[in-house]
């Protein structure tokens, strides 16, 4: 069975850091992987996926995920946070095997001026 | 390029009573999702159309939800009766496919069941 684990609820971090969100996912055939964000009172967004090709992958607001096949991990990370980038992260797979897309259950950022 | 819509934005209704959510995907997006979301939680998918067909119902509870997508454009979910554990954001989205491409997301009507 297809499954996702974003471990941490919530991660905090300092503006001007790096930041790292996780993600690992366990599939039968060949991942799809993507993230979305959801900011406060607002529809879920797009951020980045990996289907194929160069393990990282680059997305919107200067975010970046890394595919890691022997850790089966896709883990979200940004240089520098922002106090914007709060907000609610999820991480999403499915495979080319099955198409059923799994999501995690999420992982707050909270960004400290 | 405009994006998923949503109708409407908010409903509160007593339990028992029926209601309605309709959803215009974007344009030449073929997949249509219908989902859940409880506050904090995760997307809960509900339904999936490709084009006019559901093709995957299976978390969607029969006995009193029910969904459309006539002439695979447009989509309406009906909850008939309300209960109070229906209360969530339900959430519309579409996608250009339903394998690898990424989906896109409206609003959300915030269903409050009193």
């Known amino acids: 069975a297809q499954s996702v684990a974003q471990p941490e609820d919530q991660v905090n971090v300092a503006e001007g850091n790096p930041l790292t969100v996780k993600c690992t996912y366990s599939?039968?055939?060949?991942?799809?992987l993507f993230w979305y964000v959801q900011y406060p009172n607002r529809g879920l967004q797009f951020l980045l996926k990996?289907?194929?090709?160069d393990n990282l992958v680059k997305g919107s607001y200067g975010f970046e995920a890394e595919f890691n096949k022997s850790q089966t991990s896709f883990h979200l990370k940004k240089p520098s946070a922002l106090v914007s980038d709060s907000a609610l992260y999820f991480c999403?797979?499915?495979?080319?095997?099955?198409?059923?897309?799994?999501w995690g259950a999420g992982t707050k950022l909270i960004i400290k001026p | 390029e405009a994006g998923v819509v949503q109708s409407p934005r908010y409903k509160i209704i007593e339990k028992k009573q029926p209601v309605a959510f309709w959803c215009n995907p974007i344009?030449?997006?073929?997949?249509l999702y219908w989902y859940l979301q409880n506050l904090g939680q995760g997307p809960e998918l509900l339904i999936r159309?490709?084009?006019?067909?559901?093709?995957?119902d299976s978390q969607l509870p029969k006995d009193r939800f029910s969904a459309e997508r006539l002439k695979g454009v447009d989509s309406t979910l009906k909850i008939q009766p309300a209960e109070l554990g229906d209360s969530a954001v339900y959430l519309c989205?579409?996608?250009?496919?339903?394998?690898?491409?990424?989906?896109?997301f409206g609003p959300g009507t915030r269903l409050t069941v009193l």
């Open positions: 989205a579409s996608s250009i496919t339903g394998t690898s491409d990424e989906q896109f």
């Open positions: 344009s030449g997006h073929n997949t």
């Open positions: 159309y490709e084009n006019e067909e559901a093709v995957d």
């Open positions: 599939v039968s055939g060949n991942p799809y």
């Open positions: 990996y289907i194929t090709g």
């Open positions: 999403a797979v499915t495979a080319d095997s099955n198409y059923q897309l799994i």
